[in-house]
């Protein structure tokens, strides 16, 4: 009897592993159909929407890169500034440097009174700093970021990021 309670219990455990296993692959396959439909809508078509398999998280990635600036900053305006600088340093960094400074200078001289000729030398060299930092931490993440949103809460702040991996 007691030989028949053990193979039943392996059956069962055998059964259960079975299940989870299953449950893992019906996931998995959804994952798959599901970014494969996402694709298709996708802004840019030779690109896939990012998902649990990519190699980490880029909204970790962006405030470490962001760190600096979030350090310097005071209060939740600040912490907005710095997080959203780093994010456009961020996507800027994905092109060549003549060519992300060239557009760097654009949205500047666009956005800045020419009057105030110290603060655009400022963004400029704040731009020269998170590109080179941008190259040191992460050269191999290609993943631009699309969309972002930042919450801020009693001292604490949350950012998420919409993004693509970049075909390869």
């Known amino acids: 009897m007691n030989k028949d309670k053990q193979r039943n219990a392996m059956k069962r455990h055998q059964a259960e592993k079975d299940q989870a296993a299953a449950m893992r692959e019906k996931v998995a396959k ?10 298709q809508d996708a802004p840019f078509p030779d690109q896939v929407p990012i998902d649990a398999a990519a190699p980490g998280k880029l909204s970790t990635a962006v405030l470490e890169y962001a760190d600096p600036l979030i350090e310097s900053a005071q209060g939740d305006d600040e912490i907005h500034k710095a997080i959203s600088i780093a994010v456009l340093s961020w996507n800027l960094s994905l092109l060549p440097k003549a060519e992300a400074r060239a557009e760097l200078q654009q949205l500047v001289a666009s956005a800045v009174d ?9 963004l400029l060299a704040i731009f020269e700093m998170m590109y080179s930092r941008r190259q040191s931490l992460f050269a191999d993440d290609h993943r631009p970021v699309l969309n972002y949103e930042i919450t801020v809460t009693d001292n604490s702040y949350h950012l998420e990021v919409t993004s693509v991996v970049p075909a390869v």
């Open 114 to 122: 020419s009057a105030d000729g110290g603060l655009d030398r400022d």
């Open 30 to 39: 959804s994952r798959t159909s599901a970014a494969a439909v996402q694709c």
